[in-house]
């Protein structure tokens, strides 16, 4: 029911809007390494849109420099009108800007549910905790646990429903169903569904585009740190050879 | 018994009191080292100056603005503290990204600097500061005299010791420096301004010593140099413990006096040494320390 609700509402609300997160010619380093080398894309409210890529392609790189976490980056990202690519971290996630890294970030030191009330609420309207536990019940189960002794499933979901909580607007999600079992990507999948259908938009990093392709309502192709092709999400079936020649599966 | 042993309850209980009473700064002072090490990565090497610094400010708020012992308790930390959040800011932070050696090399340069200021202005021998006068006297146990000021010392510093490892492990701004110590980018992504808490966390742990600094003023005398005698052990009860672990140096720094006032009892001959012995059997057995993780 809720995937009929976010198909129907997508085209209309997507097109019309002006962008929610604006990127311009992005440049970022690590070190020596120009690692993003004019980036730019713009995502639009309400929208769910994914970077497609290989390994190396930049696209964590880009989720960071957007979250100001990069050793050094240029250019311009504007969220909601602002331009946001001179500010520290903590100010950026402040505006409503919510990070789920890769590598998921669950604290060992923590304990489940210090882990999902750790990020400070950032504006007014975030999801409840019961509404959290209501899209992974096994978090309610394991509040006592210690972060890192969750299943990899289960820290996803921590990583995913603790930015739930803290009323940021657009979520910049980072594979978040790398290595994990086909059920427990579909729950992935079925959430990420839900939450556009509650309004909030979505740049999700992705390898996976057939996963990608069952939530986001566009793709962008990046490639050695700039986007080199974009799709709307109807035109993945005619795209597929296109697409796994761009990642190499 | 004592009489089989050929020791006399007085003189057990006696150095058991004393151990206690070390294992008081012990503890306050590694406390506040772990708390430091866990966030800023840096080996405070100058807690021994800051402990003597807060020594001094209570004696000289005594001496020249008649500030008394109690208004030095809360006084004598909130000035030591600001000044240590003064060295976060203009030299420590630039230290935290490079190998700890450099931390530790800035800060033992830090500690001269101050015990030697301080030995300038003041000499190397002792100041006396009195006991207040709420807590002279003492209690005949029975087996033993027990002076009012000391057990106010050990109950105080247990007191700071357990509040510090609530607000710690217990609370939500303790959460937010655990979760920091572990990861302190994402942290800051999730909103939190970090490096202002980084501050915080020092002054804090200098706090601590400063106050460890106030209660022993008292009992040892105000030098320049009773930082200096005193960082060395503190240091050794740190690696045993494990460094970073708040729960461990606090009982390892208890335990820890106790053990040495043991020894002087039993074998006076290892007194100074017995803490460096077991320190270098637990490195042996367990690098990480008593209650460490391994980095
Ligand atoms: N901390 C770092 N220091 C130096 N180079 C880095 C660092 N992190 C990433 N890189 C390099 O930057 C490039 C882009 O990395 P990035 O992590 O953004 O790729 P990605 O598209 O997310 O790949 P993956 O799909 O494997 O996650 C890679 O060549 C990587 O080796
Ligand atoms: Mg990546």
Redesign the pocket.
């Known amino acids: 029911m809720a995937d009929n609700l976010a198909r129907d509402t997508r085209p209309v609300a997507a097109t019309t809007a002006a962008p929610m997160l604006e990127v311009k010619d992005l440049n970022a380093w690590?070190?020596e390494?120009h690692?993003l080398q004019g980036m730019a894309f713009d995502i639009r409210p309400g929208e769910v849109v994914t970077l497609l890529?290989?390994?190396?392609?930049?696209?964590?790189?880009?989720l960071k420099s957007i979250m100001g976490i990069v050793g050094k980056r240029t250019g311009s990202v504007l969220f909601e009108g602002a331009e946001t690519a001179s500010l520290a971290s903590n100010r950026i996630a402040r505006l409503g800007i919510a990070f789920c890294p890769?590598e998921r970030g669950i604290f060992a030191n923590l304990d489940v549910r210090e882990n999902l009330l750790l990020p400070p609420q950032v504006r007014p309207g975030g999801m409840s905790v019961e509404t959290i536990f209501e899209l992974f019940p096994n978090l309610k189960e394991r509040l006592a646990s210690q972060g890192t002794k969750l299943s990899g499933g289960e820290q996803q979901m921590l990583a995913i429903g603790r930015i739930l909580r803290t009323g940021a607007r657009l979520l910049l999600l980072?594979?978040p169903t790398e290595g994990l079992a086909p059920v427990i990507i579909q729950q992935i999948g079925a959430t990420l569904r839900r939450l556009k259908a509650e309004g909030f938009t979505i740049l999700l990093?992705e390898?996976n585009f057939r996963f990608a392709a069952t939530v986001a309502d566009r793709h962008y192709v990046?490639e050695r740190?700039k986007v080199v092709d974009h799709f709307q999400a109807s035109e993945i079936e005619t795209s597929v050879d296109k697409l796994r020649n761009y990642l190499g599966v | 018994m004592f009489e089989l042993l050929g020791i006399s309850p007085q003189a057990l209980f006696g150095q058991l009191l004393i151990g206690l009473i070390n294992g008081s700064f012990y503890a306050m002072l590694s406390l506040g080292l772990a708390v430091i090490f866990g966030l800023l990565n840096i080996i405070n090497f100058c807690h021994g100056a800051l402990y003597m610094m807060g020594a001094f400010v209570a004696w000289f708020a005594l001496k020249h603005l008649g500030l008394g012992y109690w208004p030095s308790l809360i006084v004598a930390p909130i000035v030591v503290g600001a000044f240590g959040m003064v060295l976060e800011r203009s030299m420590l932070r630039h230290l935290y990204k490079l190998d700890h050696i450099y931390g530790l090399l800035l800060t033992f340069g830090l500690a001269l600097v101050i015990e030697g200021v301080f030995r300038n202005e003041f000499g190397a021998s002792g100041l006396p500061y009195g006991i207040p006068p709420t807590l002279s006297g003492g209690q005949n146990l029975g087996f033993m005299f027990l002076p009012n000021y000391r057990a106010w010392v050990i109950v105080a510093s247990l007191g700071v010791c357990l509040a510090t490892w609530y607000v710690i492990e217990r609370t939500k701004l303790g959460a937010y420096l655990r979760a920091a110590t572990e990861n302190p980018t994402l942290v800051q992504a999730f909103g939190i301004n970090v490096p202002r808490m980084i501050t915080l966390t020092y002054g804090l742990g200098v706090a601590l010593a400063a106050l460890a600094g106030v209660l022993a003023a008292p009992i040892y005398q105000v030098s320049p140099l009773m930082g200096s005698n005193l960082i060395i052990v503190v240091f050794a009860v740190v690696v045993i413990g494990g460094m970073g672990s708040i729960l461990g140096s606090i009982i390892t720094g208890f335990a820890l006096g106790v053990v040495e006032g043991l020894t002087k009892v039993f074998y006076p001959e290892a007194s100074s040494t017995v803490i460096f012995i077991v320190m270098a059997i637990v490195l042996l057995i367990r690098p990480t320390g008593l209650f460490g993780r391994a980095h």
């Open positions: 690590y070190g390494s690692i890529g290989r390994n190396g392609a930049g696209k964590t790189t880009t890769e980072d594979e990093v390898q990046v740190g």
